[in-house]
């Protein structure tokens, strides 16, 4: 494993990099990967940030946007990319697998690996890796990688502060989860000093909806929802037929789930949704019920106590009775 000097020697003079992040990148997948670049680009290096699918349109604001190369839609200039870079960033996952055929590909790289993140249970690829459980987001560690690791507080510009604050933002839901220390709330005045425009991202972010998403938003609450009391949990499934119905693209089911949650006695939500290639889970819960060990356990998955993701080759309707199969297993936990 590389210590932090030897990295620090490395990033010294220009080096051909590249930063990834996990499929279907979120805000905070998105913000740390060009906050990092938008640091790397002022000491002179000859960074690229390969996205391996798309990703919301709501964050294609974002400083260096225009510059993201996705590796579906430019499969060979990524390929070469990995191939020549000296070192990869590997921002807001922890394994190869979730950044798909790409993950290969940065295994076989002879580039120096950096892992930046705050997922549990990292897989053993990396070269140097800044991790830290109890982060609330990577963008979080990509600010104290630069600012404590090494020592450029001063290089947190507008642009670098701007997605820096955006992955902050959207992981801690508008700093409203318990990770969201009074640390976090420090590193989010310092980026706000540094230009980011707290207002205007907040904005940009949850402020701009296309009508479909919205009409989309409506569907589920009123005709999808499914509220199970007697294990204070909640359900919303979606069929691709109803996806396709609304004209949804990628980003429109994002934050659904937490809708599901703000129900008052709710404890555990879950969003499910029949996707071309797997059925795929997205769960919130409150206090201390284990969202990620069901996703572990049942569904492929993994995440965080209180927000977590998995995915099953089942049909939808299978998935559903599945996970409602599951709920007596932690009725002590979820009417507590």
């Known amino acids: 494993m590389l ?15 590249v930063i990834t992040t996990h499929h279907k990148p979120d805000g905070d997948a998105m913000g740390s ?3 990092l670049y938008n640091y790397l680009i002022q000491l002179g290096h ?21 510059e993201v190369i996705i590796y579906t839609e430019n499969t060979q200039q990524s390929e070469i990319l990995i191939a020549e870079a000296e070192l990869i960033f590997c921002l807001d996952f922890n394994a190869l697998n979730r ?13 120096v690996k950096v892992m930046i993140d705050h997922h549990l249970d990292p897989e053993d690829f990396d070269d140097f890796r800044y991790w830290d459980i109890n982060a609330c987001a990577t963008a979080q560690l990509v600010y104290t990688f630069i600012v404590d690791a090494l020592n450029s507080k ?3 510009n507008k642009d670098v502060a701007s997605c820096l604050y955006t992955g902050i933002l959207t992981d801690s839901a508008s700093f409203r989860l318990p990770k969201t220390t009074a640390e976090v709330h420090r590193i989010a005045a310092d980026l706000i000093e540094a230009g980011a425009v707290n207002w205007r991202i907040q904005e940009l972010v949850y402020n701009s909806s296309s009508e479909n998403r919205l009409r989309f938003l409506g569907h589920c609450l009123a005709n999808k929802l499914e509220v199970i009391d007697e294990y204070n949990t909640a359900i919303i499934s979606v069929t691709k037929q109803e996806m396709d119905q609304y004209h949804s693209v990628t ?4 934050g659904i789930v937490n809708y599901a949650l703000s129900i008052s006695n709710v404890r555990l939500a879950a969003f499910i949704v029949e996707r071309s290639d797997a059925v795929k889970l997205s769960l919130r819960s409150k206090g201390e019920f284990p969202a990620n060990e069901i996703c572990k356990k049942y569904f492929s998955g993994g995440g965080h106590r209180n927000a977590a993701g998995g995915r099953s080759e089942l049909p939808l309707n299978e998935v559903v009775e599945l996970f409602k199969s599951i709920l007596p297993n932690y009725k002590k936990l979820l009417i507590q």
Do not use: C
């Open 3 to 17: 210590d932090l000097s030897a990295l620090t020697e490395l990033l010294a003079q220009p080096r051909r990099i």
């Open 251 to 254: 980003g429109d089911t994002e």
């Open 33 to 35: 990967s060009l906050g």
């Open 99 to 111: 950044i798909n055929e790409m993950g290969e590909l940065v295994r076989q790289s002879p580039a």
């Open 46 to 66: 000859h960074a690229k940030v390969i996205a391996p699918s798309d990703y919301p349109d709501f964050l294609s604001w974002m400083p260096g946007n225009e």
């Open 154 to 156: 001063h290089l947190i």
